[in-house]
């Protein structure tokens, strides 16, 4: 991870100017959560000039050299600053380096957090840590708590006001003699009852040198005898830590146990500690498999030689609270419609330091699922064959199957987790953000959980290793080992469905390749004018067609030959991460779609220098842009470094819809008209245009425009005029209502190619659209200002031929220029 934001100059102010006003425009979070989750540290320069108003740079922010002087400290002081804000910019600063042992730092990520926490000392001096948010209130504890003093720490409890349960881990860290050798052993006892769950109490620790976490004990009382519970516990390379856990399970109160030990083909050197395990207990059975499977395989093997009414599961390092067992059968006993239940947890390290930074509160605890083993084997099988992410997809699975009130999450905390030291190359979790493979993982099973749902799937998983999957899974999950997959084109983009334009030129520029018998991949990079709190699932046409083995969907870290990179946008690149790519790239290219700014100076979208820069980092070879249309050509001149321009354009592909040939032309009073586009004001003229363009006798249909009519025309939308959110309908479902197709919009705005236009004219509609639009369109759309449209559209109708020709015009113009045949052909010809 970088730790420092690099000085580049190709960062002009309007730019993040025009980025800031789309982030003050959603709430605070979403800016933050977007960076974190995206990886971006280039995200970290608009997060400064948001705090800051534009009046620091990110460069003298996070200059390593003067951070936390006095100098420093009073540059910051000295101007108009958003504290909250600023307190974002440390809470991202600090977590894009997380890691789980704070104390035990890669110097990357020291430096991250020393800059953070110089941040937040800012904030505390100018008297406004109680602007700060509660999260960022209390990363600065956990930043304090690792790398400051006890007084510190002691002094900003009492400042920010924090409820006593939110700070007490950190008060319980300060008295942990193992972290600062002047705290007392009596003191942090006390600690440790003020800082437990009431579920977990009493808990206390045995005597003894042995490490701490392995000393964790609480009074067990045995119950009367009750229904067998077979408890799963994986093991790969255990050490001692494993005894300590079978304990735990051995001094449950419920003592009618079935303790499955699958030893995941450790190496020699650690069958003594399984030996041990062994003849700890007659319940305990040990399972050895001869090569290394994976958790859930071998959860898989056990759940086959299970015997319990019950099932559950116990991570090897963990520690289970005694009535746990107790109380999760007694919570399936009680409720005959749930089939499983699961409990939460607290998470420490063996020096029982319960601090983590931005991580706070319990936790749902993924190895306690306790599922009834008869009724959920019978209908659903075993786990997903994967190497992570399984005990997820099948308490889901069983929602998906028996109704979402089958799996009760319940708020007890009966565990204490071990956390340990994880590195940024291999963790796949930090607060905010979780590694792609992760998040496809559960957006394909979701999909199928609901086609589960909806009766189209079946949720059994019948086999241990099945040949076929029910979902894709990404190569970082999937049990088969990694293989370089060799694709002729992947395809770069925002996949996330949010209804514009560039959504469904990406999709019709792959299945068009995927139809010329090309090896297509589709890849995600987050746009950030689009700003969400999580991720949002990607397009369900492009799932689709991975799930239906069309396309490959291809993650930046993922092994690959590729033939051909296409970025769809230079937006896309200016705030992507930094990294390089695990593919093997001959060719990039980039589709530019959009102008980096408009003709006035607005709307500052990318850098197109920097954004080159960017692909080169990314991919490994400097890309060649090509525009969709002569506008963004002449947007990109002198922009980009010399021979990087393509000599051609490259329109995106346009479908041809159904022939309307032999379709009646209906009466004047009765021809529909209409318009889609995005619901943003640029995307429509001024308000006087807007009602003369569309004063037609008979219904006029706008798809995405409630907002932005609405936001022209007040009260004043007339009573024939249908307005449509975005997503309501599909594109062609909607152009298949009407008659006419009248797209007129901003003289100020620049429109890169106005693919609604073509979507039109390959629908068989009359287009009428601006005069500017013809070096586009040629003769496939009629043209006309505001003022004529109207007469415009009433003289085609008079002549029903010329209505005619003007149809099959626009469709020949769709195929010559836009049709997939020819941009497929085009497109391949670059090299």
Request: proline share 6%; with cysteine.
């Given at each position: 991870?970088?730790?420092?934001?690099?000085?580049?100059?190709?960062?002009?102010?309007?730019?993040?100017?025009?980025?800031?006003?789309?982030?003050?425009?959603?709430?605070?979070?979403?800016?933050?959560?977007?960076?974190?989750?995206?990886?971006?540290?280039?995200?970290?320069?608009?997060?400064?000039?948001?705090?800051?108003?534009?009046?620091?740079?990110?460069?003298?922010?996070?200059?390593?050299?003067?951070?936390?002087?006095?100098?420093?400290?009073?540059?910051?002081?000295?101007?108009?600053?958003?504290?909250?804000?600023?307190?974002?910019?440390?809470?991202?600063?600090?977590?894009?380096?997380?890691?789980?042992?704070?104390?035990?730092?890669?110097?990357?990520?020291?430096?991250?957090?020393?800059?953070?926490?110089?941040?937040?000392?800012?904030?505390?001096?100018?008297?406004?840590?109680?602007?700060?948010?509660?999260?960022?209130?209390?990363?600065?504890?956990?930043?304090?708590?690792?790398?400051?003093?006890?007084?510190?720490?002691?002094?900003?409890?009492?400042?920010?006001?924090?409820?006593?349960?939110?700070?007490?881990?950190?008060?319980?860290?300060?008295?942990?003699?193992?972290?600062?050798?002047?705290?007392?052993w009596p003191e942090w006892l006390d600690r440790l009852e003020e800082f437990v769950p009431a579920d977990l109490k009493p808990l206390s620790i045995l005597p003894g040198d042995g490490v701490l976490f392995d000393r964790l004990w609480s009074p067990s009382r045995p119950r009367p005898a009750g229904p067998l519970v077979t408890v799963v516990v994986s093991v790969y390379n255990p050490g001692v830590h494993l005894l300590s856990a079978i304990d735990s399970l051995l001094r449950q109160s419920h003592q009618e146990l079935e303790i499955i030990v699958v030893d995941d083909g450790s190496p020699e050197d650690c069958q003594d500690v399984l030996q041990q395990v062994a003849v700890r207990d007659p319940r305990i059975r040990l399972v050895r498999l001869p090569v290394n499977a994976g958790t859930y395989r071998c959860r898989n093997y056990a759940i086959g030689l299970a015997r319990g009414t019950y099932v559950t599961f116990h991570d090897d390092d963990d520690w289970a609270h005694p009535e746990r067992i107790a109380y999760q059968v007694a919570g399936l006993e009680g409720a005959p419609d749930v089939v499983a239940n699961l409990t939460r947890c607290i998470?420490?390290?063996?020096?029982?330091?319960?601090?983590?930074?931005?991580?706070?509160?319990?936790?749902?605890?993924?190895?306690?699922?306790?599922?009834?083993?008869?009724?959920?084997?019978?209908?659903?099988?075993?786990?997903?064959?994967?190497?992570?992410?399984?005990?997820?997809?099948?308490?889901?699975?069983?929602?998906?199957?028996?109704?979402?009130?089958?799996?009760?999450?319940?708020?007890?905390?009966?565990?204490?987790?071990?956390?340990?030291?994880?590195?940024?190359?291999?963790?796949?979790?930090?607060?905010?953000?979780?590694?792609?493979?992760?998040?496809?993982?559960?957006?394909?099973?979701?999909?199928?959980?609901?086609?589960?749902?909806?009766?189209?799937?079946?949720?059994?998983?019948?086999?241990?290793?099945?040949?076929?999957?029910?979902?894709?899974?990404?190569?970082?999950?999937?049990?088969?080992?990694?293989?370089?997959?060799?694709?002729?084109?992947?395809?770069?983009?925002?996949?996330?469905?949010?209804?514009?334009?560039?959504?469904?030129?990406?999709?019709?520029?792959?299945?068009?390749?995927?139809?010329?018998?090309?090896?297509?991949?589709?890849?995600?990079?987050?746009?950030?004018?689009?700003?969400?709190?999580?991720?949002?699932?990607?397009?369900?046409?492009?799932?689709?067609?991975?799930?239906?083995?069309?396309?490959?969907?291809?993650?930046?870290?993922?092994?690959?030959?590729?033939?051909?990179?296409?970025?769809?946008?230079?937006?896309?690149?200016?705030?992507?991460?930094?990294?390089?790519?695990?593919?093997?790239?001959?060719?990039?290219?980039?589709?530019?779609?959009?102008?980096?700014?408009?003709?006035?100076?607005?709307?500052?979208?990318?850098?197109?220098?920097?954004?080159?820069?960017?692909?080169?980092?990314?991919?490994?070879?400097?890309?060649?842009?090509?525009?969709?249309?002569?506008?963004?050509?002449?947007?990109?001149?002198?922009?980009?470094?010399?021979?990087?321009?393509?000599?051609?354009?490259?329109?995106?592909?346009?479908?041809?819809?159904?022939?309307?040939?032999?379709?009646?032309?209906?009466?004047?009073?009765?021809?529909?008209?209409?318009?889609?586009?995005?619901?943003?004001?640029?995307?429509?003229?001024?308000?006087?245009?807007?009602?003369?363009?569309?004063?037609?006798?008979?219904?006029?249909?706008?798809?995405?425009?409630?907002?932005?009519?609405?936001?022209?025309?007040?009260?004043?939308?007339?009573?024939?005029?249908?307005?449509?959110?975005?997503?309501?309908?599909?594109?062609?479902?909607?152009?298949?209502?009407?008659?006419?197709?009248?797209?007129?919009?901003?003289?100020?705005?620049?429109?890169?190619?106005?693919?609604?236009?073509?979507?039109?004219?390959?629908?068989?509609?009359?287009?009428?659209?601006?005069?500017?639009?013809?070096?586009?369109?040629?003769?496939?759309?009629?043209?006309?200002?505001?003022?004529?449209?109207?007469?415009?559209?009433?003289?085609?109708?008079?002549?029903?031929?010329?209505?005619?020709?003007?149809?099959?015009?626009?469709?020949?113009?769709?195929?010559?220029?836009?049709?997939?045949?020819?941009?497929?052909?085009?497109?391949?010809?670059?090299?």
């Amino acid at each position: 991870m970088q730790n420092h934001i690099p000085v580049d100059e190709a960062w002009p102010r309007s730019l993040l100017d025009d980025h800031a006003d789309l982030a003050r425009a959603v709430p605070q979070r979403r800016l933050e959560r977007t960076v974190l989750r995206t990886e971006s540290t280039a995200g970290r320069r608009l997060m400064v000039h948001l705090a800051t108003g534009g009046q620091l740079s990110a460069a003298e922010v996070f200059d390593p050299v003067s951070c936390g002087t006095e100098e420093w400290a009073e540059r910051i002081l000295a101007v108009d600053v958003d504290w909250r804000a600023l307190g974002g910019v440390a809470y991202v600063t600090a977590l894009q380096g997380a890691i789980v042992e704070d104390r035990d730092l890669a110097d990357s990520v020291r430096e991250d957090r020393r800059l953070a926490l110089a941040l937040f000392d800012v904030i505390r001096r100018s008297g406004e840590l109680g602007r700060l948010t509660r999260a960022q209130g209390l990363l600065y504890l956990d930043l304090l708590t690792t790398m400051g003093t006890r007084a510190q720490v002691e002094s900003v409890i009492e400042e920010s006001r924090l409820e006593s349960e939110a700070v007490a881990a950190h008060r319980l860290d300060l008295a942990n003699p193992l972290l600062h050798p002047e705290s007392t052993w009596p003191e942090w006892l006390d600690r440790l009852e003020e800082f437990v769950p009431a579920d977990l109490k009493p808990l206390s620790i045995l005597p003894g040198d042995g490490v701490l976490f392995d000393r964790l004990w609480s009074p067990s009382r045995p119950r009367p005898a009750g229904p067998l519970v077979t408890v799963v516990v994986s093991v790969y390379n255990p050490g001692v830590h494993l005894l300590s856990a079978i304990d735990s399970l051995l001094r449950q109160s419920h003592q009618e146990l079935e303790i499955i030990v699958v030893d995941d083909g450790s190496p020699e050197d650690c069958q003594d500690v399984l030996q041990q395990v062994a003849v700890r207990d007659p319940r305990i059975r040990l399972v050895r498999l001869p090569v290394n499977a994976g958790t859930y395989r071998c959860r898989n093997y056990a759940i086959g030689l299970a015997r319990g009414t019950y099932v559950t599961f116990h991570d090897d390092d963990d520690w289970a609270h005694p009535e746990r067992i107790a109380y999760q059968v007694a919570g399936l006993e009680g409720a005959p419609d749930v089939v499983a239940n699961l409990t939460r947890c607290i998470r420490a390290t063996e020096h029982l330091s319960f601090i983590r930074a931005g991580y706070h509160g319990t936790r749902l605890n993924a190895s306690s699922l306790m599922f009834d083993r008869r009724r959920v084997t019978a209908r659903m099988g075993f786990f997903d064959a994967v190497r992570k992410g399984g005990d997820s997809e099948y308490a889901m699975r069983i929602a998906a199957t028996f109704g979402p009130e089958s799996v009760l999450a319940d708020p007890a905390v009966m565990a204490v987790v071990r956390v340990g030291q994880e590195s940024l190359s291999t963790g796949d979790f930090r607060p905010g953000w979780r590694h792609a493979s992760r998040w496809s993982y559960r957006f394909f099973f979701e999909r199928y959980h609901e086609r589960i749902r909806t009766g189209s799937a079946s949720p059994l998983i019948a086999s241990m290793d099945p040949v076929e999957r029910s979902h894709p899974a990404p190569q970082a999950i999937a049990y088969k080992p990694a293989r370089t997959r060799h694709l002729d084109v992947v395809v770069v983009g925002d996949w996330r469905d949010w209804g514009g334009a560039r959504n469904r030129s990406m999709l019709a520029e792959v299945e068009a390749l995927v139809d010329a018998g090309l090896r297509v991949g589709i890849t995600h990079l987050e746009l950030f004018r689009l700003l969400y709190d999580k991720e949002v699932t990607p397009a369900s046409a492009a799932l689709e067609l991975v799930e239906q083995g069309k396309v490959e969907w291809l993650l930046l870290d993922e092994p690959a030959d590729v033939q051909r990179v296409r970025v769809w946008g230079g937006d896309v690149l200016q705030f992507a991460p930094l990294r390089r790519s695990a593919w093997d790239v001959e060719q990039v290219e980039v589709v530019a779609n959009t102008t980096p700014v408009e003709l006035d100076g607005r709307d500052h979208r990318h850098v197109p220098a920097y954004c080159a820069a960017a692909a080169e980092t990314l991919f490994g070879r400097r890309a060649t842009w090509f525009p969709v249309s002569p506008v963004v050509r002449r947007s990109l001149d002198g922009l980009l470094p010399q021979g990087e321009m393509s000599t051609s354009d490259l329109p995106p592909v346009v479908a041809l819809g159904p022939d309307r040939e032999g379709r009646d032309l209906p009466a004047w009073a009765e021809l529909v008209v209409g318009r889609h586009s995005a619901d943003v004001l640029s995307k429509f003229p001024a308000a006087s245009e807007l009602l003369q363009a569309y004063a037609f006798p008979g219904p006029v249909r706008m798809l995405g425009a409630t907002r932005s009519v609405r936001s022209l025309l007040g009260e004043a939308v007339p009573d024939h005029w249908s307005l449509v959110e975005t997503g309501s309908i599909e594109v062609e479902d909607f152009l298949a209502g009407l008659d006419v197709f009248v797209y007129l919009d901003d003289d100020d705005a620049t429109e890169a190619f106005a693919r609604p236009v073509a979507e039109a004219m390959a629908a068989g509609l009359l287009v009428v659209t601006a005069p500017r639009f013809r070096e586009l369109y040629g003769p496939g759309a009629v043209y006309a200002d505001s003022t004529d449209v109207v007469a415009t559209v009433q003289r085609m109708h008079d002549d029903p031929a010329a209505w005619a020709a003007q149809r099959d015009a626009s469709r020949r113009v769709v195929e010559e220029r836009f049709g997939a045949a020819a941009v497929v052909a085009a497109s391949l010809a670059t090299a």
